[in-house]
């Protein structure tokens, strides 16, 4: 009987939170879906350092609906869309995820390659008005470096990205490169 008495007031407390709210409704528009360039099995193809050339196949393409996470009784909360990307490539062994979300509520692309993030902020200027890789030509070129580098592993350290073709080049942290060959 003890326990119960106990136990009623913190039933009653639970049941006093106030629910969270929404505060905010943040949906893709026309130029947030430009940032990603691809469809659905398209084919990409790059070219190695070494020379040989292999194929990105764009295996994911999709708009999802999600809300901010709350962690505490009566926190705000935000509705918004994302769209994500998926490209891959069995030989070299590469995996490119490309998220963007509304730029009125996150600013930035995210990229990553075989899970190392990468971020490009469309709030700035590109990196490079002109950019040349095998001998064509690509405008408002952004680079991005990985933040962690670490000596003893080959990770993706730098890569290029522009809205008109996406991804063009990834460089390893052992000097290799991928990059678009059209």
Known sequence: MYKTLLLLPLIYLMGC???NTASGNFMLDDTDNEKIPYTLDQQIT????????????????LIENTRTQTEHCGDEFWFYQYRQVQ????NPELYVAVKTYPADFIPYLELSVNN?????DYSTEPTYNDFTINGQNYCDVYECTYEYIYDDKIIPETIWYNK????LKIKMTNHETYEINQ
């Open 17 to 19: 939170c106030p629910k």
């Open 164 to 167: 008109t073709e996406g991804l």
């Open 46 to 61: 790059f070219k190695h350092s070494s020379g040989f050339s292999f194929q990105f196949t764009v295996s994911k393409n």
């Open 87 to 90: 490209l891959s490539s069995d």
């Open 116 to 120: 190392y993030e990468f971020k490009i």
